[in-house]
């Protein structure tokens, strides 16, 4: 199984991974501000990681993910979400989407070489998104 592969795999799942990730926010004690929007809105937001997600992971540089995410930072401050709240949020994404991947299961060595390949990037792209979604949030406000 080739990354390109596992991340057409992830995309065609998006809808499915969306509503994991939605169901997680409202029942996990750490995202309790998330439980006041609609499962539909928090779904939606995943699904735009999920559904593009090699496109996310293709980009070299930062402007893009900066953009998308330091405004997400701005949206959820104005919302009155807690900044730990927001962070773990985007953990309980990239959390999901690896047990998605590592669920597809690995039969030989060069899938699961594939598969930490893949997860290498997953990080990659959630470091930036963490850190563009702190700075929005701090640019939102005192």
């Known amino acids: 199984m080739l990354v390109g592969r596992l991340i057409s795999m992830i995309e065609e799942h998006a809808d499915e991974l969306a509503e994991r990730v939605a169901h997680r926010l409202r029942e996990d004690p750490r995202t309790e501000a998330y439980r006041r929007f609609e499962e539909g809105e928090l ?83 959630f470091d930036r998104a963490v850190y563009f979604t702190v700075k929005g949030y701090e640019s939102a406000g005192p």
Do not use: C, I, M
Request: overall charge negative; charged content about 30%.
């Open 43 to 125: 779904a939606a937001r995943a699904r735009a990681v999920f559904a593009n997600l090699g496109r996310w992971l293709d980009l070299e540089s930062d402007e893009a993910v900066a953009e998308e995410y330091e405004a997400l930072g701005r949206r959820r401050r104005e919302e009155g979400v807690p900044l730990a709240q927001v962070v773990w949020a985007l953990l309980l994404t990239r959390r999901t989407l690896w047990q998605f991947v590592d669920a597809q299961g690995a039969d030989s060595f060069l899938e699961l070489r594939q598969q930490l390949d893949l997860e290498l990037l997953v990080v990659r792209f």
